[in-house]
């Protein structure tokens, strides 16, 4: 069967991180992009599995050199996914990126047949909760996030799938079934 390109993105905390890491633990075929950032690790973080941490002076040399398959700034920091792990990849596995909505559009210009899917929160309220219940953030922060959401959410139809993010068990088996079907569409293409 084909590999896929999946694109996951969504409003910051809905649980795109925590989906994507329950699919990568229960299925061999797929693959998550670790993405390179400027941004400082989070508690618990780790240096090429979660980011690739860099100083801003070695993400614009990356950047220079052309090494970004899409990049992009959030909250002042700078954000990309290196091309040369996603097509090497793409040749053994499935890929997912996590990425924002420009980052998404940017992506599905260079892969058309890349698979973008928005995740939704249940509500604002519960994103709100989520958001100041994971405790990475400081109160200015997540303001900030939040004033994104209604531009993300703009941007649900130009996406292939919107999966609403309530019961989690539930949102990564809708993703896992949208992965096995897109990998046969694939396959089906002559
Ligand atoms: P993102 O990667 O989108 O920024 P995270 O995966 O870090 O979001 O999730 C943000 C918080 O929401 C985390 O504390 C996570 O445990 C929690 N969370 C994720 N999915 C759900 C869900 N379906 N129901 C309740 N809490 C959730
Ligand atoms: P965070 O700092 O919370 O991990 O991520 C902040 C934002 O950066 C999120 O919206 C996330 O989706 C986005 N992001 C993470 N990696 C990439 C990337 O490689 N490219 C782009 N364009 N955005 C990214």
Do not use: W
Request: net charge negative; aromatic share 6%; with cysteine.
């Amino acid at each position: 069967m084909k590999n896929i390109l999946m694109v996951i993105s969504g409003p910051s905390g809905v649980g795109k991180g925590t989906i994507v890491k329950k699919i990568l633990e229960r299925r061999e075929d797929v693959v998550a992009s670790v993405s390179c950032t400027t941004r400082s690790p989070r508690k618990g973080e780790v240096d090429g599995k979660d980011y690739f941490f860099l100083s801003r002076e070695e993400f614009l040399k990356r950047k220079e050199e052309g090494d970004f398959l899409e990049c992009d700034e959030h909250f002042g920091n700078f954000y990309g996914t290196p091309m040369s792990f996603v097509k090497e990849t793409l040749k053994e596995r499935s890929v997912i990126l996590e990425i924002d909505v420009v980052g998404a559009l940017n992506a599905k210009r260079i892969f058309p047949e890349s698979v973008l899917v928005m995740i939704l929160p249940p509500s604002v309220e519960e994103l709100k909760k989520r958001l100041s219940g994971r405790r990475s953030e400081t109160e200015e922060e997540i303001e900030n996030r939040l004033k994104r959401l209604d531009y993300e959410l703009e941007k649900k139809e130009l996406y292939d799938y919107a999966v609403v993010n309530d019961e989690l068990e539930v949102s990564v088996k809708q993703i896992e079934e949208i992965i096995d079907q897109e990998k046969i569409k694939e396959s089906e293409k002559i």
